[in-house]
């Protein structure tokens, strides 16, 4: 696909190698666990797995400090020759363990100029963390956002705490929403690429979802990536009826009129690695390596 927004060729050149934001492309990437806690609640998430807002439910990855995550990032850096993207996806939210993010890209961008970083949040400390995003060399980020209406959000999130405070109800939700869409702002102004993942949460907010992502191409988003819900074994929305297929295409299909839409996304683990059609974290885990095999 052509990118419409205007790019530096740094960013265009990160940007169509990188393979969740340019369809085509087979290049490898690689998640850090680094980040176990979060700072909101979702009602589709038992905290006992990865996040839901990009993994796989009912999968726990292995947490790494920022050390270990640099010597991992080296032995696969070794192995995959096609290693393009490195991204700190949980198994909590990036920025709720800010420091370990921090530390993290940091040691990776000694040892390695090049390599594309990004990372996938919920959004809440979006704002106050862009700018240091930035100076790290963090040049694409995913935002989940699954609703623009507060009453919506009050049936989907249980808890938002934000800077000591435990919110609930529409005014969590309302916290949670204009922090995404400032932090959206935001990255736009430091010339950072933004994805929006959605969960189609049937009856929930699936009526929502075009409203929503027309409102999207006001803040410069690049793609958006509606998502299955799949969610969590003992969350508040186990049993949720689930859309079909062809109900989550075709909404992809109406809203790709307003904004790009992916159709190949993974729902990978918060400790992925390799190409999106196959993932070799299973490799290079701690528990493995340390067992000789
Ligand atoms: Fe769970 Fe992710 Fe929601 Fe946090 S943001 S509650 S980790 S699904
Ligand atoms: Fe890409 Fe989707 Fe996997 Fe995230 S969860 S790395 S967007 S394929």
Excluded at 133 to 141: C, E, I, K, P, S
Excluded at 185 to 199: A, D, E, P, Q, W
Excluded at 220 to 231: C, Y
């Amino acid at each position: 696909d052509k990118l419409t927004l205007n790019f530096t060729p740094e960013i265009k050149r990160k940007t169509e190698s990188h393979p969740c934001y340019s369809g085509g492309c087979r290049n490898a990437r690689m998640h850090l666990p680094v980040a176990p806690a979060c700072n909101i609640s979702c009602n589709y998430c038992n905290r006992k797995y990865d996040c839901v807002n990009e993994s796989r439910p009912g999968v726990t990855s292995e947490v790494l400090k920022p050390e270990e995550a640099l010597e991992k990032f080296l032995r696969v850096r070794e192995k995959l020759k096609n290693l393009k993207v490195i991204g700190i996806a949980g198994p909590g939210d990036a920025l709720a363990n800010f420091e370990a993010t921090k530390e993290t890209f940091r040691l990776i961008r000694e040892a390695d100029p090049e390599i594309t970083f990004c990372l996938s949040t919920n959004g809440l400390y979006l704002p106050h963390y862009a700018e240091e995003l930035a100076a790290l060399g963090v040049t694409h980020v995913t935002v989940t956002i699954n609703t623009i209406d507060p009453k919506i959000g009050a049936r989907i999130y249980r808890e938002v705490n934000y800077e000591g405070v435990r919110y609930t109800g529409e005014k969590a939700s309302e916290i949670l929403l204009n922090n995404q869409l400032e932090g959206l702002k935001k990255l736009s102004g430091l010339g950072i690429v933004s994805k929006v993942n959605t969960v189609l949460i049937k009856d929930i907010n699936d009526y929502h979802i075009e409203e929503l992502v027309k409102e999207l191409t006001r803040y410069d988003v690049f793609i958006g990536n509606i998502m299955q819900l799949i969610p969590a074994p003992g969350s508040a929305f186990e049993h949720m009826p689930l859309a079909t297929q062809k109900e989550l295409n075709d909404l992809r299909k109406k809203c790709s009129k307003y904004l790009k839409q992916m159709y190949h996304c993974q729902q990978c683990r918060a400790d992925a690695i390799g190409t999106l059609e196959n993932d070799r974290s299973a490799e290079f885990r701690k528990s493995v390596l340390n067992s000789g095999s």
